[in-house]
């Protein structure tokens, strides 16, 4: 069955610094992969997505995640966090090809001090 | 025109109460879910419907129904609440899920009392 792991629950950076935020995969099928976000009392945005084309994708608000086969790795990266990015991130992962689900990560929760 | 809008934003209930929690969206999509959050922020899909069409029941207690009477439309029905149902309920919904991941609501806070 198709999973995600997400590495640290809590990440706390300072503004400016890069924002690392860790996801691997299992998935018995190529797996397509997402990256939302979640700002207080709101619902989940989506950031970017693999599916499949270039291995390192783009999001919004200069997020990037690369999709490493090797490594089942799926990380989230920023070059310089922004007091706005605070917020919880959840990686998930489809699940496969018979249902329309998405498996989501436990969410790693970011925290910019200044 | 919020794509995919959620009623009520909060409820706060007693205990064997029923309840409703409506979902709409405008996307013209296929597929919608509901999804439970709990207070650790885990995820969990109870429901999907496909064009009315029940898809996915994730061993959810039968307290809990899904109705879909088109396909913008995706409501789901609580009887005889309990403590543990206290949590924040999103409804999403998606046309091809691998291409564009899921739209979601801003979520329904439920709290049972």
């Known amino acids: 069955a198709q999973s995600v792991t997400q590495l640290g629950s809590h990440v706390s950076v300072s503004e400016g610094a890069l924002v690392l935020l860790r996801c691997n995969y299992s998935?018995?099928?190529?797996?397509?992969l997402f990256w939302y976000v979640q700002y207080p009392n709101q619902g989940l945005q989506l950031l970017l997505k693999y599916t499949s084309a270039a291995t390192l994708v783009k999001g919004i608000n200069g997020f990037e995640a690369e999709f490493k086969k090797s490594e089942t790795s799926f990380h989230l990266t920023k070059p310089s966090a922004h007091m706005s990015d605070a917020a919880e991130y959840f990686c998930a992962v489809s699940d496969g090809y018979n249902t329309d689900k998405l498996i989501f990560g436990t969410g790693t929760r970011l925290q910019v001090f200044p | 025109d919020t794509a995919v809008s959620q009623t009520p934003k909060y409820l706060v209930t007693q205990m064997g109460n029923d309840k409703s929690i409506k979902c709409e969206q405008n996307l013209g999509h296929d597929t919608m879910y509901w999804y439970k959050q709990d207070s650790k922020k885990f995820l969990k899909i109870m429901f999907s419907y496909n064009n009315k069409e029940l898809i996915i029941n994730e061993t959810v207690p039968n307290r809990f129904s899904p109705k879909s009477p088109d396909k913008a439309h995706l409501n789901l029905h609580i009887n005889s609440l309990e403590l543990g149902d206290s949590a924040v309920y999103f409804c999403?919904?998606?046309?091809?899920?691998?291409?564009?991941?899921?739209?979601f609501g801003s979520g329904t806070r439920l709290t049972v009392v």
């Open positions: 999403a919904s998606s046309q091809d899920r691998d291409r564009y991941g899921y739209t």
């Open positions: 998935s018995s099928v190529p797996p397509y």
